[in-house]
């Protein structure tokens, strides 16, 4: 009796085995790729702060938090130039700033000029920069300036980060200015031309990602160009003109974005893609300059600047 009971236990699983490795099949199916053909992104981007004011980015930060809670397939990105200048800069060095892009749980930086240049002398500009990118909880992304010593990046940078939403594989390049008097270009670090390192990395990103979109600190001008030397771009997300672009530029097929400056706009561009033979195009492009001051302060923003405020 024994032996037949094992031996009918063994024939009710043999006939389960199959429905269960099915069964699996078809969650893993599921949680795997693109649900759909379409992609819907909203990309959120602000740009060149120049030091900090507590009521614009705490008004930043609740817009942010009440788009993000409405998408999902959502990326925040910032330009650089948020530090450098403002009454808080020689207590903290950009640690403030770089709290409050941790709070706004930012994707990605892309450090501007006025990060390589916190004070006059390269070496503790350079220690500086270093304890900033350490501090990020968000990726910082220079593809153009390495270390003179070994010519690698900086510690905890990259030129480059592919991230997911919905399903699809997005890949961000950062390219920074090289025109400025940064002493430390001359001692510490190489900056190399932005889109001649765009133009060089873009087939390694475009490998491993669906989509690739440049963050830039270039100004409006050498946007245009990256975009006309990069035409497989699905947009360049810019900074350092301080441009307030109401729409998007259009170079070739890549749309051209900017939101001005000193934290008093957030730039909204949402892109339409769908896949077409393997390959995800982008169908529209539309863009919104949006003004923070329409939105109450965020409290824990404001509960972070007096922390700080504390200190001094």
Known sequence: ??????????????????????????????????????????????????????????????????????????????????????????????????????????????PGNHEFTATGDALESYDILKKRFAQSRFAVLAANVTRKQDGRYIQNSLPYVVVKRGGVRIGIIGITTCDHVSTMSERVLDFADGIESAKRIYPEVAAKADIVIALTHIGFNEDKRLAAALPGLAAVIGAHSHSELLSPLIEGEVPIVQAGSFGVNMGRLDLSFEREGGRWILRTATRKLIPVKDFEPDPATLKLYRKYESRL
């Open 1 to 110: 009796m024994l032996q037949r009971s094992v031996r009918s236990r063994l024939a009710r699983l043999l006939f389960l085995l199959p429905l269960s490795v099915v069964l699996i099949c078809i969650l893993g199916c599921a949680n795997s790729g693109p649900v759909s053909d379409r992609l819907q992104l909203t990309i959120l981007h602000t740009n060149d702060w120049h030091g900090s004011n507590a009521d614009l980015l705490a008004r930043q930060t609740t817009l942010i938090n009440s788009l993000r809670s409405q998408s999902t397939n959502l990326l925040l990105l910032n330009g650089g130039d948020v530090f450098a200048r403002g009454k808080y800069h020689y207590f903290f060095f950009g640690e403030l700033e770089f709290a409050v892009m941790n709070l706004q749980k930012t994707d990605a930086l892309v």
